[in-house]
Nanobody, 125 residues
Framework: QVQLVESGGGLVQAGGSLRLSCAAS????????MGWFRQASGKEREFVAA????????YYADSVKGRFTISRDNGKNTVYLQMNSLKPEDTAVYYC??????????????????WGQGTQVTVSS
């Protein structure tokens, strides 16, 4: 069982930046794929970004491509989401997720078997 703890959320003006962190424990970090999802009020949880076990491969939702960057530090058991040029529509609770076993994909919540508690990101216009 992987335990995940997110941090770094907050309130920021449109055009600003935030960096989210997700610390993992309970399993060898370099053996698990990681992802970020978000859920706005009244909406379904949606894919934001994912990164492979080695960190070589990254994937992004079209809505954040070119603005967000996912990275990981396997020595620190941490995955990051650097968010730049934030927009009000990025407002949501952001969750990190772990993929202990490859499930055939990376962009659906069902592809992941571990979740953090979430961190709120609010972007004001």
């Amino acid at each position: 069982q992987v335990q995940l703890v997110e941090s770094g959320g907050g309130l920021v003006q449109a055009g600003g930046s935030l960096r989210l962190s997700c610390a993992a424990s309970g399993r060898t970090f370099s053996s698990i794929g990681m992802g970020w999802f978000r859920q706005a009020s009244g909406k379904e949880r949606e894919f934001v970004a994912a990164i492979s076990r080695s960190g070589i491969s990254t994937y992004y939702a079209d809505s954040v491509k070119g603005r967000f960057t996912i990275s990981r530090d396997n020595g620190k058991n941490t995955v990051y989401l650097q968010m730049n040029s934030l927009k009000p529509e990025d407002t949501a609770v952001y969750y990190c997720a772990s993929q202990t076993y490859y499930s055939g994909g990376y962009n659906f919540p069902s592809n992941y078997d571990g979740w953090g508690q979430g961190t709120q990101v609010t972007v004001s216009s």
